[in-house]
């Protein structure tokens, strides 16, 4: 299911910044998408659990880990924030350039992303959202799917995403951007309220 179109026009952050904060968007080359609504609780367990996990192993780290919403400005070039026309609010990044850092969120392509899937974001996060991450630059995307407990990851080899690999939410997956560092699987999934596929 796609998430439905604010409009037909074509904006950018600045258009972005004068709409109201009640309701959020995520603007890809230019497109506002309406966002989903609040988040199952299974989701915002699981995106917790992995940001948790992650800013624990970072502690003393020059990398950031940072949970939705935040806004990541994607730009093609140098254009001015303002005329940057792909903006999104993934569930969980980390940013080990603090260039890319500024009060408002975070211009330039994070080093890893997690989107946790959702019936509602499936095809927003798999075909819309992959695309712009891969034009981006960003080094590796993870999806997460609490429901079927599977991890699907897409890693940049420079050029593209290559052929994704697939994994069980189960034991422990290392992120290849900071190998030294690994996600476990089983007391997150411990805590998720839903059976697989139930």
């Not at 940057?84 to 993934?90: M, S």
């Not at 995403?161 to 996600?183: D, K, N, Q, Y």
Request: hydrophobic share 40%; aromatic share 8%.
């Amino acid at each position: 299911m796609a998430f439905p179109q604010r409009d037909n026009e074509r904006h950018t952050y600045g258009d972005y910044l004068t709409w109201p904060d009640d309701v959020r968007y995520e603007l890809l080359d230019g497109i506002a998408y309406l966002m989903a609504p609040a988040p199952s609780v299974d989701h915002q367990t699981l995106a917790f659990e992995v940001g948790r996990q992650l800013g624990n192993a970072l502690e003393n780290h020059s990398c950031r880990v940072l949970l939705s919403p935040v806004d990541v400005l994607l730009p093609k070039s140098k254009e001015s924030d303002e005329e940057v026309d792909t903006v999104v609010q993934p569930d969980v990044i980390l940013v080990c350039d603090p260039a890319k850092l500024r009060p408002q969120g975070v211009r330039g392509a994070p080093d890893w992303i997690m989107e946790v899937i959702s019936p509602s974001s499936a095809s927003h996060d798999q075909i819309i959202k992959l695309a712009a991450y891969e034009h981006a630059g960003v080094r590796e995307y993870w999806l997460a799917h609490p429901v079927d407990r599977i991890l699907t990851i897409y890693r940049h080899d420079g050029q593209t995403f290559g052929r994704p690999t697939i994994h069980e939410l189960a034991g422990e997956t290392a992120l290849s951007v900071l190998p030294e560092i690994a996600i476990r699987w089983d007391p997150i999934v411990e805590r998720l309220l839903e059976s697989p596929n139930a």
